[in-house]
T-cell receptor, first 114, second 113 residues
Framework: KAGVTQTPRYLIKTRGQQVTLSCSPISGHRSVSWYQQTPGQGLQFLFEYFSETQRNKGNFPGRFSGRQFSNSRSEMNVSTLELGDSALYLC?????????????FGPGTRLTVL | DQQVKQNSPSLSVQEGRISILNCDYTNSMFDYFLWYKKYPAEGPTFLISISSIKDKNEDGRFTVFLNKSAKHLSLHIVPSQPGDSAVYFCASLTTSGTYKYIFGTGTRLKVLA
């Protein structure tokens, strides 16, 4: 089975721009979560989608948004980029929502905001 | 408010010795805990988990211990190998209500040959 894929792997943007990141989960997985990783902050939960619906949301400003498509692929959008948005953005997929199913992570998208 | 804390940002251990990574949590509603390992330029990979109804789970060289009264869990790696050098994240999960993982800030383990 192919793993979780994220595109692009690297991205450089300037302040004020917007960016869209993409995540394709493992085939058959319906839950996709997004995380932001910065040095010293660990993995901060952004949001989770299941069957095209946002089920959970972390404590991030409204500039961060996402969506999930019918094929479970997910996109994350950040508008009006700030320098502090520079981070590794990880997505993770899991197959069920009832049990504590393991999340499988993609390699991440490294976003640099100049 | 960091609900899951890994107070040691780094740890160095000699090859063959035991590595002990610690994690503390504040929310007694957490009922599932996981450890992930992360190499540079890769996403975290699942290592081992434990349910709150257990106090120990073992998988090969990796053992996770859970002390619910202290709200503390630890990961033991015995014997440590150079390939274990990575950043380790503990994570908690509440399976009732919101289904959300909360990760710690990570501990960088370096196993010295």
């Amino acid at each position: 089975k192919a793993g979780v894929t994220q595109t692009p792997r690297y991205l450089i943007k300037t302040r004020g721009q917007q960016v869209t990141l993409s995540c394709s989960p493992i085939s058959g997985h319906r839950s996709v979560s997004w995380y932001q990783q910065t040095p010293g902050q660990g993995l901060q939960f952004l949001f989770e989608y299941f069957s095209e619906t946002q089920r959970n949301k972390g404590n991030f400003p409204g500039r961060f948004s996402g969506r999930q498509f019918s094929n479970s692929r997910s996109e994350m959008n950040v508008s009006t980029l700030e320098l502090g948005d520079s981070a590794l953005y990880l997505c993770a997929s899991s197959s069920t929502v009832v049990s504590a199913d393991t999340q499988y992570f993609g390699p991440g998208t490294r976003l640099t905001v100049l | 408010d960091q609900q899951v804390k890994q107070n040691s940002p780094s740890l160095s251990v000699q090859e063959g010795r035991i590595s002990i990574l610690n994690c503390d949590y504040t929310n007694s509603m957490f009922d599932y805990f996981l450890w992930y390992k992360k190499y540079p330029a890769e996403g975290p990979t699942f290592l081992i988990s434990i349910s709150s109804i257990k106090d120990k789970n073992e998988d090969g060289r990796f053992t996770v211990f859970l002390n619910k009264s202290a709200k503390h869990l630890s990961l033991h790696i015995v014997p440590s190998q150079p390939g274990d050098s990575a950043v380790y994240f503990c994570a908690s999960l509440t399976t009732s209500g919101t289904y959300k993982y909360i990760f710690g800030t990570g501990t960088r383990l370096k196993v010295l040959a």
